[in-house]
């Protein structure tokens, strides 16, 4: 991947002028406000392309305006092994994993939804942190094929990802993770196979828009970083205040490290509620 460093506002234009007059792929990142959800509305906006948006978990589709993975490409769940083995049959289980000659053995693919992916020129994926490297080299498998053009990664199709890599990981279960090991370095999307030829161009967003507390920033890139140092604990531990309990009409929003936890929150306060349950 190519570094780059230049203004932010150049970064901007010049990643939206790879995506829209190239067919350069491309890695856009940048920790969290500095723009990248405006940079894929501003693509989606700005494009000639035929464009599809795409992120590995329903929410993150959702809030990219896309639809999942699976459902775009009918991918079946568990590992992917990225090597074609004769005559394996479908499996359901996990650790047994699924070859491209099964998976395409398996889809159903409709006449508009061929002609979709034929004409498709820009595959958006968002969130892609959570991108697993087995999963991408099925997506380049499933678009060689539709595309009929095996000899070339994701069959011609421009790639755009937009993630940041410190935030959530990819997903992958101790049993999977056993038989894919011999497949990958590790399960980020840039060790998958198909990465070998077809490096993006590496973009980093730098400004932060969310924040204009210049020493809030530093602190959370510091925590972000995990280098944080003891005058940035103590900057924390000035605002922690264990007796401070909100009012409802107040509006904060609680964060909880497990879901459990959020569960049992939520729970407490629908309880709390007399009007009719709808």
Not at 32 to 42: D, I, R, S
Not at 131 to 144: C, E, K, Q, S, W
Not at 145 to 174: A, E, N, S, T
Not at 270 to 278: D, M, N, P, S, W
Request: charged share 25%; glycine share 8%; hydrophobic share 40%.
């Amino acid at each position: 991947m190519m570094p780059v460093s230049t203004q932010t506002n150049a970064l901007f234009d010049m990643a939206a002028g790879f995506v829209l007059h190239t067919g350069c792929h491309v890695f856009l990142t940048g920790k969290a406000g500095t723009g990248k959800t405006t940079f894929l509305k501003y693509i989606r906006e700005h494009t000639s392309k035929k464009t599809a948006v795409v992120a590995p978990t329903g929410v993150a589709a959702i809030n990219a305006g896309g639809v999942t993975l699976h459902s775009f490409f009918q991918l079946p769940f568990g590992a992917f092994v990225p090597e074609s083995r004769p005559g394996a049959g479908f499996t359901l289980s996990a650790a047994g994993g699924t070859d491209l000659n099964t998976i395409l053995s398996n889809i159903r693919m409709g006449r508009e939804k061929r002609k979709l992916l034929e004409e498709l020129e820009l595959l958006v994926i968002d969130e892609v942190s959570m991108m697993r490297a087995d999963l991408l080299d099925a997506v380049d498998g499933i678009l060689r094929h539709f595309r009929r053009r095996p000899d070339v990664p994701f069959g011609g199709v421009q790639m755009l990802y937009i993630g940041d890599l410190h935030q959530l990981p990819p997903v992958v279960k101790d049993d999977e993770w056993n038989m894919l090991s011999a497949y990958y370095r590790s399960l980020f999307f840039f060790d998958a196979r198909v990465m070998e030829g077809a490096r993006p161009l590496y973009i980093e967003l730098e400004q932060v828009y969310r924040q204009r507390d210049q020493i809030f920033i530093q602190l959370l890139n510091s925590i972000r970083d995990g280098v944080i140092d003891e005058d940035g604990l103590r900057v924390l531990n000035r605002r922690y205040d264990p007796s401070f309990h909100p009012e409802p009409e107040d509006g904060y929003i609680i964060l909880t490290s497990h879901n459990y936890k959020a569960d049992r929150i939520n729970k407490s306060e629908l309880a709390r509620l007399q009007a009719e349950v709808h």
